[in-house]
Nanobody, 117 residues
Framework: QVQLVESGGGLAQPGGSLRLSCVAS????????MGWYRQALGLQRELVAS???????NYLDSVKGRFAISRDNAKNTVYLQMSSLKPEDTAVYYC???????????WGQGTQVTVSS
């Protein structure tokens, strides 16, 4: 089992920045893929950014150049640095992890990000 705990959400003004953190605990050695999803009100959950254990990253087109995902394997933590925030970035952001062998998916509880003036 893997547990994920997010932090760092909140209110930001357009053009502002926030950094989300997600700490994994439990059977973390089995994780090869971590990422951040978001779900805005009335919309489907979408993948924002992902990073493999080897450091390969992938981004949603609308956040490229504004968001950066990073991973500290020693701390079992993944970060999402969000800059140049826009109102359309408003959503609940979820940390996600996937085990390499079993393919099991784990989710954090979600953290609200609101971008508004």
């Amino acid at each position: 089992q893997v547990q994920l705990v997010e932090s760092g959400g909140g209110l930001a003004q357009p053009g502002g920045s926030l950094r989300l953190s997600c700490v994994a605990s439990g059977r973390t050695i089995s994780i090869n893929f971590m990422g951040w999803y978001r779900q805005a009100l009335g919309l489907q959950r979408e993948l924002v950014a992902s990073i493999t254990s080897g450091g390969s990253t992938n981004y949603l087109d609308s956040v490229k150049g504004r968001f950066a995902i990073s991973r500290d394997n020693a701390k079992n933590t993944v970060y999402l640095q969000m800059s140049s925030l826009k109102p359309e970035d408003t959503a609940v952001y979820y940390c996600h992890a996937r085990e390499s062998i079993t393919g099991l998916n784990y989710w954090g509880q979600g953290t609200q990000v609101t971008v508004s003036s």
